[in-house]
T-cell receptor, first 113, second 115 residues
Framework: AQSVTQPDIHITVSEGASLELRCNYS??????LFWYVQSPGQGLQLLLK??????LVQGIKGFEAEFKRSQSSFNLRKPSVHWSDAAEYFC???????????FGAGTILRVKS | DVKVTQSSRYLVKRTGEKVFLECVQD?????MFWYRQDPGLGLRLIYF???????EKGDIPEGYSVSREKKERFSLILESASTNQTSMYLC??????????????FGSGTQLSVL
């Protein structure tokens, strides 16, 4: 069965510091991987996605993620965090053709000044 | 920009009531979804619809039903609300089954409390 694990429920970083949010997945076929962000009171917004090709993908708001097949990971990174990045982040995996995404439990990011 | 509108931001209902959650999209998307979001569990798929009057169960359909009479509107129905259905409900749309540039568009959610 497909699953997504986000090991960190909460992460606190200082403004200007670097960030890495972890995501591990279990999937029987070629995974299609996504990171979504949810700001307080908002719906989810797509940050970036990986379908194929270059394993380092760039997204919006200065985020990037690296797909590592050998580690079944798709970690999200940002070199310098801004206070406005405080939100909940969800990793998700789906099939190339399909109607279901499986989401992780989410990681809440707090940014301290 | 795609707009996905959920009719209520907050809703309070009593146990046993029949509850309707409405979702309307303005982009002629084929696929519509209802997710439930709970702390520590992430998002779980309740039902989805790939066309008018067409629906399929997701991972947690028990206690829910859906209706899609028009392409732009997808309703989630709690036939007899229970306290364990207190949750944030998110509607999402997508143009078609996954392709390279596809993504989900989410509404801002309805926080349902069942007392």
């Amino acid at each position: 069965a497909q699953s997504v694990t986000q090991p960190d429920i909460h992460i606190t970083v200082s403004e200007g510091a670097s960030l890495e949010l972890r995501c591990n997945y279990s999937y029987g076929a070629t995974p299609y991987l996504f990171w979504y962000v949810q700001s307080p009171g908002q719906g989810l917004q797509l940050l970036l996605k990986y379908f194929s090709g270059d394993t380092l993908v760039q997204g919006i708001k200065g985020f990037e993620a690296e797909f590592k097949r050998s580690q079944s990971s798709f970690n999200l990174r940002k070199p310098s965090v801004h206070w406005s990045d405080a939100a909940e982040y969800f990793c998700a995996v789906g099939a190339r053709y399909g109607n279901k995404l499986v989401f992780g439990a989410g990681t809440i990011l707090r940014v301290k000044s | 920009d795609v707009k996905v509108t959920q009719s209520s931001r907050y809703l309070v209902k009593r146990t046993g009531e029949k509850v309707f959650l409405e979702c309307v999209q303005d982009m002629d998307h084929e696929n519509m979804f209802w997710y439930r979001q709970d702390p520590g569990l992430g998002l779980r798929l309740i039902y989805f619809s790939y066309d008018v009057k067409m629906k399929e169960k997701g991972d947690i359909p028990e206690g829910y039903s859906v209706s899609r009479e028009k392409k732009e509107r997808f309703s989630l129905i709690l036939e007899s609300a229970s306290t364990n259905q207190t949750s944030m409900y998110l509607c999402a749309t997508r143009t078609e089954t996954f392709a390279t540039n596809e993504k989900l568009f989410f509404g801002s959610g309805t926080q349902l409390s069942v007392l």
